[in-house]
């Protein structure tokens, strides 16, 4: 972005620090091989950003901090969805594929939820507010795909639900550079703070986490 639109944004008010509490909880939204692998239409090679969350779990787990995981899968379910209308090569993410699992190099564990959504926001029309919320948990740290897409869409629906939230910026990741940037950069400037991997290992390992 260029500096005339970062003072743009400063003199408007946005940009400022979201905060971050003692609780926090990791949301890994659609790291799943319908996403990471490119061996798939719907899929890119997200390898650094997958491995980067793999480093930010094993911390998190060592810490006891709640971690959950989403999936997008269908049914007969997707049948006149608006959202299936605009982006049909999502009907590919169909119940029982491979492409709905959970990336393998997560290492998710069984006592990890995996919430199926149906839209992009990890949120909207599922439990996952309620579930943080019963876990004690007062932050959101967000990973997962794509940027402009999903984890956008669950940044936004994190803030609305009272949860302030990070976004580790190796552990995301898009099909493309451009709509990468531009949404990194208006999260950091409306709705999470945008912040490097080893600040959030920092914030896990060093600070009340847990």
Not at 38 to 62: H, N, S
Not at 147 to 175: I, K, M, N, W, Y
């Amino acid at each position: 972005m260029t500096d005339e639109t970062r003072r743009r944004y400063d003199q408007a008010g946005f940009g400022r620090p979201a905060g971050r509490g003692s609780r926090p909880g990791v949301v890994v939204v659609d790291f799943t091989l319908g996403f990471t692998d490119p061996r798939y239409d719907t899929g890119a090679d997200l390898t650094d950003q997958v491995l980067a969350t793999a480093r930010l779990l094993d911390a998190a787990r060592e810490r006891g901090v709640f971690v959950a995981f989403t999936t997008i899968s269908y049914d007969s379910d997707a049948e006149g969805l608006p959202w299936v209308n605009k982006a049909p090569g999502m009907l590919a993410l169909r119940s029982g594929s491979a492409l709905v699992d959970v990336d393998p190099r997560l290492a998710r564990r069984p006592t990890e939820p995996v919430v199926v959504k149906k839209g992009p926001s990890a949120f909207f029309g599922t439990n996952l507010a309620s579930m943080l919320t019963a876990h004690g948990v007062d932050t959101v740290i967000l990973c997962g795909a794509t940027t402009s897409g999903c984890v956008r869409a669950s940044v936004v629906d994190a803030v609305q639900s009272g949860f302030p939230t990070l976004v580790p910026r190796e552990c995301v990741g898009d099909r493309a550079q451009g709509p990468h940037e531009a949404n990194l950069f208006d999260i950091d400037q409306k709705y999470g703070d945008v912040i490097s991997l080893e600040e959030t290992l920092g914030y896990l390992v060093k600070g009340d986490a847990g």
